[in-house]
């Protein structure tokens, strides 16, 4: 199995961070997912990575060839019109990667395509992006993918196909033994600092040694922990510690994305941190206070731009 034909939608931070080595790799085997305005603007902007500006060739509907993998790096309220402007793409053989934040994002896209089209991924990668222009070191993120259980030296066909791809393209990764375990770890970190940074205002900066900040984040996360013992995944205080190592080496004023999308104006993925964590501690019967603390602070923050934008004085 070797994949020759990749096709991308989302060029927004994550997609990014794929676009210009595979594009670099497979030439016009590469193409970007985009309809409408949006395509029109790639076609005639761009995005600029980097320093450079970047035009990537944008896919054809009428287009018969064969999609070897597609990656989704779209917003999370995206997703579901994401599994509809990708069907023209999805083959017999199609692999769909979908590094969106969550925790179930697989699970929508198997709902639409089955569990055969599905290879488990994530991001770790600190990206800002402001008016379709960003800066970031590729070497220092990276995306994880694999089956949900790994094996090293016994990956499954389809892994192995997407990591010779990434090698030979030179796209920073890593496949995790236990995927699930990886996802719901990220899941915890994305929900204790994207919320914690959007609801005040904070960079990732105020985690460097910041006793309240850390306060309010561990509080998210370990809230997030404790649903995940409920299912089974064998996540831990251990996992909490870590990560403050990890935030220590992210550079003062970046910012998470829903952070981003606050001062941008624009609506945020809060249903699907806050809100998820608040839907499955009902369903696992664990209080999530923080959660809740999280969702109202930020809605009321949505609240504010929507009211904006119908030009409320």
């Known amino acids: 199995m070797r994949i020759q034909n990749v096709k991308l939608i989302g060029l927004g931070a994550m997609g990014c961070f794929f676009a210009p080595k595979l594009k670099a790799y497979l030439g016009d085997g590469f193409k970007i997912i985009a309809n409408g305005e949006r395509a029109d603007r790639l076609r005639d902007k761009g995005v600029v990575i980097n320093g450079e500006k970047c035009i990537f060739d944008i896919a054809d509907v ?30 017999e053989k199609t692999l769909i990667m979908s590094v969106l934040n969550g925790v179930d994002s697989e699970d929508v896209v198997a709902k639409h395509y ?27 993120g990276k995306v994880h993918f694999g089956e ?15 990591k010779d791809l990434f ?16 996802i719901w770890f990220k899941f915890s970190c994305n929900v204790g600092e ?17 006793t309240y900040a850390n306060k309010i984040r561990e509080s998210g996360m370990r809230e ?64 999530t206070p923080m959660a809740r603390m999280y969702y109202d602070g ?3 923050k949505e609240e504010v731009i929507l009211a904006r934008a119908k030009g409320v004085k």
């Open 148 to 162: 949900s259980k790994n094996v090293p030296g016994q990956y499954s066909e389809r892994v192995n196909a997407i």
């Open 114 to 140: 089955g569990w055969e089209h599905v290879v488990y991924s994530y991001m770790r990668v600190s990206i800002v992006m402001v008016d379709g222009v960003t800066n970031f070191d590729p070497k220092v």
């Open 167 to 182: 090698d030979k393209s030179d796209v920073n990764y890593q496949i995790d033994e236990d995927m699930e375990r990886g």
């Open 298 to 300: 930020i809605k009321a």
């Open 62 to 91: 009428d287009d018969k060839e064969d999609t070897d993998l597609i990656i989704i790096a779209v917003k999370g309220y995206a997703l579901e019109q994401a599994m509809e402007d990708i069907r023209p793409y999805v083959g």
């Open 194 to 210: 994207n919320m914690t940074c959007a609801m005040l205002g904070i960079p990732f900066g105020s985690f460097h040694g910041g």
């Open 224 to 287: 997030v922990i404790a649903i995940a013992n409920k299912k089974g995944i064998a996540l831990s205080e251990d996992d909490v510690t870590a990560q403050q190592a990890m935030l220590n080496t992210i550079p003062f004023e970046n910012k998470p994305s829903t952070l981003q999308d606050l001062e941008a104006g624009k609506l945020t993925e809060v249903d699907m941190f806050a809100g998820k964590v608040i839907e499955l501690g009902e369903e696992y019967g664990v209080p």
